[in-house]
């Protein structure tokens, strides 16, 4: 047997029919009231009380009641030891509520983590079917998608097992696999994290297995487990009245050892059939018989009517009963087959064919077994969560069985606290938690004005320099068209032909949409390489420079205007994100994909010379010696395409071109055209119907050699990137019309622009 329900009914022992009871279930006449108050709670325990003297004189009456009337309840108990204390009635937690809770729990640490689109990707439930999986609204699908999930689980977990023994040398270094699991976890959280959710599964599963088989001495174990998990997740009321519930069962044995004994015979659950594996607990039991009720022709649509529906409560039960009755006496041949109902082939067949699915999918996912980096991330997109949903994880289990050992400790062994004292919430960050999004500049604005509200209430401010605390930001593209100005403007000009073009690689992406490409691989087969393959047939030599993000940069607060963005792992099978310019904005994304690009460009099978910068090195064919390229530190690509720019030269090339879209750029090529001796040199800039040929040679020549030298100089001075620009003088102010004050203020700034 392949399934879970049909593997434990083939294990569990075998007892002949007639030694099997069947429990006998039956519905009392219904109270009008609402169960939800003491009273009603109390009259149902005089009730049950009268009820069981009648029937088994001596017992000790045991109530099941779902979580609000079982406060209720215990509360009854306290406040009325004498009539109605723990030693005159058994109260029990229902079985069916504390699984939906686990099962609830089991959702909210899945929600965001890419486990529906696991499931939908593999077939084995549809969007909305999986969704609803999160909040348990079918028991019985949900727990069979925690199965299949277990069980996929389980066969990625040895996969990944068997792949780490096989890299080891040495076979002394094989470590049992116990002790590889704890390893891992401790290691990587995305292995934490699936070995908790295939741990608290498994809990859960044994909890159930304990009611179907009426095992009461397995019970207690496993309820242990998933306490602490209602503790750290928030679920109030479980964390507060389970443990209470937990501690009643443990001291039956001492209070009520008859009750005890016949717990241990399976009587602390319901069996309707004498089919193996099938005991259902009390409270769903209860369930079942109040659906027969409600049912056609059952109390809907009576409860306007109340003397009919008096009339229905009393006799509706019996009518029931004798109905079930008769059908039962009826039936020609008495079904013989005890066999659960999963142990058929068909339901094998298809718990198989889930299990592979699952497991083929999260294996193309991304075996969660097999990740060694310290980066949690989101199973079907491959996204990576922020670091505070990893230190969660780390932490969530630790947490929680604090909390329940502490609040056993205080509030049922020295009852030092109220049990009705409020819990803690934890508010942990899981994958649901949305990203944490800095404030926009109008809200800034808000707050800054608010500040200044009080501030000016009680203190006279000389003066303000500074909005913000930041730097004052200009606009560097207004440098351009006094630089375009210099030279005539070509209306005929057409593409020049260069020898050797080169690409500011960030520009070219921020360009290149993926379009129809679903993964990063599709993006780079389909969308990049062809076209560097179309630039590469106009030139003799292509170089491809891509930035560099290092940590503590100058340019941090720059980038970080620029919005925030979700961290996706970057692999040839993760899928492409929807909003690329928001996985641009991440300096960790763009690092990954500079990368992998870089590598799929380097295998571009070409004779002629295509260079690409990954990291600080270079990838290259048909050249050996690239010692004048790297190792590169520059984090800038604007001064390494410079570096390329000068080794072209060197190799000999005299047309060169280079692709941007970064005023920056522009500048620096300017001041390096008479340095470098060159005799064409092109920028192609701009996007879209702004792109434009600008002959930076020619500029450079209408400069002259001393104000290219001072040009670097005087764009960082009013103002770029790291530099705060004059509050009410812009570039096109400072760099003035032709004329003498205009050659004093190139003067100064070639000064200051001299090497010391």
């Not at 909210?108 to 609204?137: C, I, M, N, P, R």
Request: charged share 20%.
């Amino acid at each position: 047997m392949i399934s879970w329900a049909a593997y434990h009914a083939s294990q569990q022992a075998a007892r002949p029919p007639e030694d099997m009871n069947v429990a006998l279930t039956s519905l009392l006449p219904l109270f009008h009231d609402e169960a939800k108050s003491v009273a009603m709670i109390r009259h149902s325990m005089d009730i049950v009380k009268t009820a069981v003297d009648v029937l088994n004189p001596g017992q000790i009456p045991v109530l099941t009641c779902d979580q609000p009337l079982y406060i209720l309840a215990k509360q009854i108990q306290w406040s009325w030891p004498t009539s109605y204390g723990e030693d005159r009635f058994v109260v029990m937690f229902g079985g069916l509520h504390i699984e939906m809770a686990s099962l609830k729990v089991l959702g909210d640490l899945l929600e965001g983590s890419g486990w529906t689109g696991a499931l939908v990707q593999a077939g084995v439930a549809t969007s909305g079917t999986a969704d609803s999986f999160l909040k348990a609204s079918h028991v019985t699908r949900t727990r069979r998608a925690h199965q299949v999930t277990a069980s996929s689980l389980y066969v990625l977990q040895q996969s990944a097992y068997s792949e780490h023994i096989q890299t080891l040398e040495d076979a002394s270094e094989v470590v049992p696999f116990e002790d590889w699991c704890d390893a891992s976890s401790d290691a990587c959280p995305q292995f934490q994290f699936w070995y908790f959710i295939l741990q608290l599964e498994l809990a859960v599963m044994v909890y159930v297995r304990a009611i179907r088989e009426a095992d009461f001495l397995l019970y207690i174990e496993p309820l242990s487990k998933i306490v602490p998990w209602f503790f750290a997740l928030d679920h109030t009321h479980y964390s507060r009245w389970v443990p209470i519930h937990l501690r009643d069962m443990v001291s039956l044995k001492q209070l009520h050892p008859d009750v005890y004994a016949e717990f241990l015979k399976g009587n602390f659950v319901v069996k309707k059939s004498k089919r193996a594996f099938s005991a259902v607990a009390i409270d769903q039991a209860h369930e079942q018989n109040n659906a027969s009720v409600k049912g056609e022709g059952g109390a809907v649509g009576l409860t306007e009517n109340p003397a009919a529906l008096r009339r229905w409560m009393v006799s509706g039960p019996e009518m029931a009963r004798l109905i079930q009755e008769f059908e039962g006496s009826a039936e020609k041949r008495q079904d013989t087959d005890v066999r659960h109902h999963e142990q058929k082939r068909h339901a094998q067949m298809a718990f198989a064919q889930d299990v592979r699915s699952l497991s083929r999918a999260m294996e193309e996912m991304g075996n969660p077994f097999a990740e060694y980096s310290s980066d949690l991330l989101v199973l079907n997109s491959r996204d990576v969560v922020d670091t505070v949903v990893a230190d969660t994880v780390r932490q969530m289990e630790k947490l929680g069985l604090e909390q329940y050992e502490t609040y056993v400790e205080e509030r049922l062994v020295n009852q030092t606290v109220p049990i009705t004292d409020p819990i803690k919430r934890n508010n942990l960050h899981l994958f649901s938690l949305p990203p944490v999004r800095e404030k926009s500049r109008k809200q800034l604005q808000m707050s800054s004005l608010k500040n200044d509200c009080s501030l000016f209430s009680r203190l006279y401010i000389a003066s303000q320099i500074r909005m913000m605390g930041g730097l004052r930001t200009g606009t560097k593209s207004d440098l351009m068209p006094c630089l375009e100005n210099l030279v005539p403007v070509k209306e005929d000009l057409s593409t020049p032909r260069v020898q050797v073009s080169i690409l500011d690689g960030a520009a070219i992406i921020n360009m290149l949409r993926p379009g129809a490409a679903k993964t990063f691989q599709g993006y780079a087969t389909d969308v990049f390489v062809p076209y560097v393959t179309s630039q590469l047939q106009h030139v003799d030599r292509l170089d491809i420079v891509w930035d560099l993000y290092m940590a503590d940069s100058l340019k941090a607060d720059s980038r970080s205007k620029r919005g925030n963005g979700v961290r996706r792992r970057v692999e040839p099978s993760s899928a492409v994100p929807g909003n690329w310019q928001e996985f641009l904005r991440i300096n960790d994304n763009k690092t990954e994909l500079f990368s992998f690009l870089a590598s799929n460009v380097a295998d571009i099978d070409t004779n002629k010379h295509l260079i690409t910068t990954q990291g600080t090195g270079v990838l290259c064919s048909n050249r050996q010696d690239v010692s004048a390229l790297a190792p590169c530190t520059h984090e800038e690509a604007d001064t390494r395409i410079l570096l390329h720019l000068q080794d072209a030269v060197q190799q000999g090339y005299s047309k060169v071109s280079i692709r941007t879209v970064d005023t920056d750029v522009v500048v620096l090529a300017i001041a390096s055209a008479n340095r470098l001796n060159i005799s064409e040199l092109w920028i192609a800039f701009g996007a879209g119907k702004s792109f434009r040929f600008i002959a930076a040679h020619e500029i450079a020549k209408a400069l002259g050699p001393d104000r290219c030298v001072a040009l670097p100089m005087f764009h960082a001075f009013t103002g770029c990137d790291t530099v705060s620009c004059f509050g009410v003088r812009g570039k096109k102010t400072a760099m003035g019309t032709p004329g003498p004050p205009m050659e004093r203020r190139h003067t100064s700034i070639l000064r200051l622009g001299l090497p010391c």
